[in-house]
């Protein structure tokens, strides 16, 4: 006989659940990406990520089969057409796959410390591991390649010092202090997400056939500008750097690889990511005005991410994640 098994838990049935449909959704894009990348040094990458992907799969898969889990159907290969035109260039593919990866790495970091499975903890440690190293190697390419600009520099403090006045938190009026080097991280942080939001939601504008989608990914566009003008107005304040726009990096085909359904969940769950990270900027501040800010910026998200979930779910194409038992209904059986 084998050796007893514990049964999944609801962390691990949930957080192997996500990181399959997430991985099943970014083998489609990066197999798309494969078709039209001419740098070696992109292209190199690309395939390394896409065989994480693919490698993550297969081990979910096992373990569900072996739990007797339903394996969730995700997306397909009827969801990408690797023939279409290309709609981004090389260099936005490494800022794609940061962006992807620190939307990866959310998930497994939250979930080492909640897996009480040894086989599941190591599975999420590995997944983890994996993509920070995905992550080295994609920034290191980034910076070879002049496309990454750096936080900005602040002075070096000359003393260990302490607040001595509730003034410290203004933000709106009265004297406002400059920003702390975690505003300004999480300031640039948020930059660096939402200008690679922008330029897919160009992209997916473009090319989605669906016109209430198309609609949806235009709206989406200009919230996230929005959202890029006011980060960048908080700095340029302080007399710091924005990042820049990476509009430019896609092009102005109108053929979709995409199927619309492959591009509204890649946006449910991009702008998710965008709801930690700006509640990690709000945990993080110590201003009026900019914990102001991020407030507004979740209630926009938090609504899209709504209207979005409306419209999967009116064509039929949410898949549902494992749920508890509904004892009233058993009950009522």
Not at 131 to 143: G, R, S
Not at 253 to 279: C, E, N, Q, V
Not at 303 to 310: F, G, H, K
Request: overall charge neutral; hydrophobic content about 40%.
């Amino acid at each position: 006989m084998g050796a007893f098994k514990e049964k999944l838990t609801s962390a691990e049935m949930g957080k192997l659940w996500v990181t399959y449909m997430g991985n099943s959704m970014s083998k489609r894009y990066l197999m798309y990406y494969l078709q039209h990348v001419e740098d070696q040094d992109v292209k190199k990458i690309v395939e390394n990520a896409l065989n994480i992907c693919e490698s993550i799969l297969q081990e979910i898969k096992k373990i569900f089969i072996e739990e007797s889990f339903p394996v969730p159907i995700g997306f397909t290969d009827e969801d990408v057409n690797i023939n279409a035109p290309r709609l981004f260039s090389d260099e936005f593919y490494l800022h794609y796959l940061k962006y992807a990866g620190k939307a990866g790495l959310s998930i497994y970091s939250i979930a080492v410390p909640i897996m009480t499975r040894e086989d599941i903890r190591d599975f999420f440690i590995n997944t983890l591991n994996t993509t920070v190293k995905l992550i080295n190697e994609v920034n290191n390419a980034l910076m070879a390649k002049g496309y990454l600009i750096k936080p900005p520099l602040i002075p070096t403090p000359e003393k260990v010092d302490f607040i001595k006045k509730q003034n410290y938190l203004n933000g709106f009026i009265g004297n406002v202090r400059p920003l702390h080097a975690l505003e300004i991280t999480h300031l640039y942080l948020n930059n660096e997400n939402n200008v690679t939001s922008k330029a897919l939601l160009i992209g997916f504008s473009q090319v989605a056939k669906n016109e209430q989608i198309k609609e949806f990914f235009i709206r989406g566009k200009e919230m996230t500008n929005k959202h890029i003008v006011n980060c960048s107005q908080h700095l340029n304040k302080e007399n710091l750097p924005a990042l820049p726009l990476l509009d430019h990096l896609v092009s102005t085909s109108t053929i979709s690889p995409f199927s619309d359904k492959l591009m509204l969940a890649h946006k449910i769950d991009m702008f998710s990511m965008k709801i930690r990270a700006y509640g990690n900027g709000m945990s993080l501040n110590g201003r009026h005005d900019i914990g102001g800010m991020y407030a507004r910026f979740v209630k926009d998200v938090g609504l899209y991410v709504e209207d979005a979930a409306n419209i999967m779910i009116d064509h039929g194409w949410m898949e549902q994640p494992p749920k508890a038992a509904d004892r009233d209904h058993l009950a009522s059986n």
